[in-house]
């Protein structure tokens, strides 16, 4: 595990097989028992995670492995697109995924997510546009999507 201090506090990053497996929020308890390493890949997650946080990056490119059902990752590839700065409602990614009664099951993928802010969990929201359900919590969702906001209005940086 390697750690990064950020806006919203220190984060955990874990990596299996040169693959990104885990990002932990600090409040919420980074994993006791996992060595520190700094691997070429954590340290390159840490980078492009510096450079998001700086509006420097609006694309993460590393190599992902997160451990989920089939349905979890189908659910975060369509994450995955969602843009920076933008949101989708659970609606809409049940819709994506050809199945818009799915909304409950997309919200329970979404708390499940084991990479956060690199699978972009946090740019989804309610169908009546609120803030709802974040694992990293609602104010760390909000000043994401702030901070997205900010950079593409240039308002930031």
Known sequence: MLTVQT???RLGLVEADNRLTNLYFEHDGLPSGLAV??????VKACQQLTEYFSGKRTVFTLPLAPTGTEFQKRVWQVLCRIPYGETLS?????????NEKAMRAVGQANNKNPI????PCHRV?????????YGGGLQIKETLLALEKDFLK???G
Request: hydrophobic share 45%.
């Open 154 to 156: 240039g308002k930031v």
């Open 37 to 42: 390493r700094e691997t070429e890949l954590l």
């Open 116 to 119: 956060p802010i690199i699978i």
């Open 90 to 98: 659970y609606q809409g990614v049940a819709k994506a995924l050809g």
């Open 7 to 9: 806006p919203i506090g």
């Open 125 to 133: 929201i309610g169908a009546n546009g609120a803030l709802v359900g």
